[in-house]
């Protein structure tokens, strides 16, 4: 199972946990498989219609910025990161 960091701001529904293993081959699914185990994270994630990140979050994989988003694959041994954008100015 991937390893899902957790952003501290949704720490709350994954009960304190700053990671969590979780199944899915694409961020899609793995988002989905989140919702089933942490319910009410997926609106924190993904826009209204559940096609797209939401805007100014990233998605890392190993380490690498994700292009794809949610279509985007993710290995069983992968770590994943959702990073909110950050703003100043």
Same mark, same amino acid.
């Given at each position: 199972?991937? +390893?899902?960091?957790? $952003?501290?701001?949704?720490?709350q &529904?994954? !009960?304190?946990? @700053?990671?969590?293993?979780?199944? #899915?081959?694409?961020?899609?699914?793995?988002?989905?498989?989140l +919702?089933?185990?942490h $319910?009410?994270?997926?609106e924190? &994630?993904? !826009?209204?219609? @559940?096609?797209d990140l939401?805007p #100014?979050?990233?998605?890392?994989?190993?380490?690498?910025?994700?292009?794809?988003?949610?279509l985007?694959?993710?290995?069983?041994?992968?770590?994943?990161?959702?990073?909110?954008?950050?703003? #100043?100015?």
């Open positions: 199972m991937a +390893e899902v960091w957790i $952003p501290p701001k949704l720490q &529904l994954t !009960d304190g946990k @700053q990671q969590v293993q979780v199944e #899915g081959t694409t961020v899609r699914r793995l988002i989905n498989n +919702e089933e185990l $319910p009410g994270i997926r924190f &994630l993904c !826009d209204e219609m @559940q096609e939401i #100014g979050l990233a998605v890392i994989i190993d380490g690498e910025v994700s292009l794809l988003g949610m985007d694959k993710v290995q069983e041994t992968s770590e994943v990161h959702f990073l909110p954008a950050i703003g #100043g100015g």
